[in-house]
């Protein structure tokens, strides 16, 4: 019973870490389309149009804030890999 118990104390942990990292990014730089997003700079794509902007905002975030998006990756893949979380190969 301990080693499940030490396990799910790693598991929250992780989770935990990862979830931080998530949470606290740096902000970036909005682009020209904050009307039509409501002055968010993530959002879901409902259209070809949108995803194709949201892509942009995304590879602009990239460029200013490489190293953080670099870490933020290689934690979920870790974590995915750790956890034996099926869809590795999707972030990729």
Do not use: N
């Amino acid at each position: 019973m301990r080693p499940l118990v030490g396990l799910l104390l790693v598991f929250i942990g992780c989770t935990f870490a990862l979830y931080l990292l998530s949470t606290q990014l740096p902000r970036g730089r909005t682009l020209g389309s904050d009307q039509e997003t409501g002055g968010r700079s993530l959002w879901f794509p409902s259209d070809l149009a949108e995803l194709r902007e949201l892509s942009e905002v995304l590879r602009e975030y990239r460029k200013e804030h490489q190293a953080y998006v670099f870490l933020l990756f290689c934690s979920a893949y870790l974590y995915k890999q750790g956890f034996a979380i099926p869809g590795s190969s999707f972030l990729v």
